[in-house]
């Protein structure tokens, strides 16, 4: 897999994390939405000792807004004011980079003076108003690849952002249509992704995920997410997404497809291994190119 | 000898173009070849129909992802040249010795002056 650029994330006030090339594998984790304030900290602590104690570098992650919800009767998220709220004081209190993303263009500014890593929703990575918006909010853009996209068409959206100014990109898959209500998770991405240049994210928890299974919410295999990680991991990505949760049977959002928190600590042991045998093994034999 | 200048003919492409705009130019405006430049229109390279034949018979990926890849990828990095200053009928012998119908005009530093094709070598020699 091509050597891919350095890109930062975070600063003023948390420490910045550092993922591509032969840095440590990044964790960027937390729950899907926004809950309140007092869960989210505890999130982000908990997962915050988890990743320091392994030795991973750690950016929290959770929505403020749920645009995508296959029921108009889920839950949308706390709104704009109040989850960006929570975010600057999860910033302050833990002091670790947050992400968030954004639907709508005229909210990215706001996101863009709280957040540390902007992330375009995987429905919307082609579309070229979220783009120029998360691009100029001069901040690291987390680019998800549509289930409906192939990995390699994604450099017209990298193109995209790298057109509006924005040269900090991470390219994250998060599984790809297969059929009706599946998804299939094609291992060749992270290679073809990373030929941008650009570091490459699996979204371990997104891609068990069986799109509007269940009606009108989507089901979820969470027992192959420890199987997907350890396959991503191995092919050389640069960082590890997945939604986390205390209560999964009681999260306000993707309750089949977030993962217990209880069993994070083994899964990012396991790929932080994995990850460092790649780097060893790079280091000592070298990439290979097959032709 | 009077080749065809760069605003005559849209043969150009910068270094940063994917397969797939070569393609495109190529088809729209009827070209064996289109020429690889920097941002400062040095020749990096060339990309011609030869080219594409090998690439399609070599390559394995699906063709919607071939279009995606970087041009540069597949250009002839170090393409056969003629300097400005030499004739039609230099430059004939050089298509005829290479088995080649275009080929880039250049400056000395490398800058891309345009493209002398075999039809007009031809109607140059035989201008009186």
Redesign the interface.
């Known amino acids: 897999m091509k050597q891919s650029r350095l890109v930062e994330i975070g600063c003023d006030g948390v420490s910045p994390v550092r993922m591509g090339g032969n840095e440590g594998l990044v964790f960027i984790g937390g729950p899907c939405a926004i809950e309140s304030l007092d869960h989210s900290v505890y999130m982000a602590e908990e997962i915050g000792t988890i990743c320091r104690d392994i030795g991973i570098g750690f950016i929290f992650k959770s929505c403020f807004d749920k645009d995508c919800r296959s029921s108009p009767d889920s839950f949308h998220g706390l709104g704009l004011e109040k989850g960006l709220d929570i975010l600057k004081k999860i910033r302050s209190h833990v002091k670790v980079p947050v992400v968030s993303d954004f639907s709508d263009p005229s909210w990215a500014k706001e996101v863009g003076t709280v957040c540390d890593l902007i992330q375009v929703p995987a429905y919307l990575c082609r579309q070229t108003s979220v783009l120029r918006a998360a691009a100029k909010t001069k901040k690291p853009v987390h680019l998800k690849k549509g289930q409906f996209m ?1 990995p ?2 994604m ?2 959206s990298v193109r995209k952002l790298e057109g509006f100014g924005c040269d900090s990109i991470v390219l994250t898959d998060r599984g790809t249509f297969f059929g009706y209500n599946s998804l299939v998770n094609d291992m060749t991405s992270f290679p ?1 992704m990373a030929s941008t240049g650009y570091p490459v994210c699996f979204d371990a928890t997104h891609s068990i995920q069986q799109p509007t299974s269940m009606g009108n919410i989507s089901g979820g295999q969470r027992e192959f997410i420890p199987y997907l990680v350890r396959a991503a991991t191995a092919c050389g990505i640069n960082a590890l997404f997945m939604e986390v949760h205390d209560d999964p049977p009681n999260a306000l959002s993707d309750s089949n497809t977030v993962l217990d928190l209880k069993y994070l600590r083994h899964i990012l042991e396991e790929a932080n291994t994995i990850h460092n045998t790649y780097l060893r093994m790079k280091q000592e034999h070298g990439l290979i190119h097959v032709k | 000898m009077r080749f065809l200048q760069l605003s005559e003919t849209p043969h150009v492409l910068l270094e940063t173009a994917l397969v797939g705009d070569a393609l495109r130019e190529m088809n729209r405006h009827g070209l064996g070849i289109c020429c690889v430049v920097s941002n400062d229109m040095k020749l990096v390279g060339c990309f011609t129909d030869g080219d594409l034949r090998r690439l399609i018979s070599n390559q394995q990926k699906p063709l919607a992802a071939l279009i995606m890849d970087d041009l540069c990828d597949y250009s002839t990095t170090d393409p056969l040249c003629a300097g400005e200053e030499e004739s039609g009928e230099q430059i004939l012998a050089l298509m005829a010795e290479h088995r080649v119908s275009d080929i880039p005009v250049v400056a000395n530093d490398k800058t891309l002056l345009g493209l002398a094709n075999i039809h007009n070598v031809i109607q140059d020699i035989r201008r009186p």
């Open positions: 192939s390699w068409n450099k017209n073809i």
